[in-house]
């Protein structure tokens, strides 16, 4: 019986639009009068998740959400910190340098300046958007080493990121989590950081076992959620590498494939 449905949101529960649809929202709404625990979990930060929760009716001292990639889970009403995890200014100033020599852009979301970028570009200007968040302009040199951090990103246009992503140093996946979570998006976090450590956690804080458990997502950015899912569900859009780790594979993000899954893998037992 399935207990708690962990979502991802880009590519997974919005569509291109980047929209709830009917169907998943109303699908959504019998899943939590069931009795089931949804929890939203993505790479957005919290700002860029909070009207999605409200529309959803997540708000509740009883609701939780996940974000930054799981380097930051929280009840929704009153902001309890439940898991926290973060970098600091020095390893982004690393990342920086590193940056510069592949040729990619940054961005970094710090606990005290927000969403800060070296250089404004396009692509950060796309997280901006998501995210209905200001960013802002920041010499990552001059950086103190000690600011939190709560995750760094390279991003650029996809053909000058792939190249990028494989002449990746390889010291870099041993220091942090690495996840790309859009062909244009590639996360650096605290190396305990990711979906499936949050959704473990909160999953022992509601006495909750892994089997109870159902994580749908798209990207290289849910494969540890979908590790420690009790049913893992890839939708129709994801990626390769993510699909072989789905033991059920749902419609798109088009079709309300979370909707579906929902229907037919929690609701219908």
Known sequence: MIKLIAL???????????CISERNYQTIQAAK?????IVLASGRPLQGLQPHLEHLGLTSKDDFVVSYNGSLVQRVGGGEVIHKTSLKGSDAKAIFEISLQLGVHIHAFSVKQGLITHQHNHWTDIEARLNGIIATE?????LDDNEDIIKVMMVADEKVLTPAIKNLPSHLKEQYTVVQSAPFFLELLHPTSNKGVAIEKLSRLLNISADEVMCIGDAENDHAMLEFAGLAVAMENADPATK???NYITKSNQDDGV????????LAS
């Open 8 to 18: 991802d949101m880009d590519g997974t529960l919005l569509n291109n639009e980047k």
């Open 33 to 37: 009068n069931a009795g089931i625990k």
């Open 138 to 142: 920041v010499d990552f040199t001059e």
């Open 259 to 266: 909707a579906f899954a929902i229907e037919e893998k929690a």
């Open 244 to 246: 072989a780790l789905a």
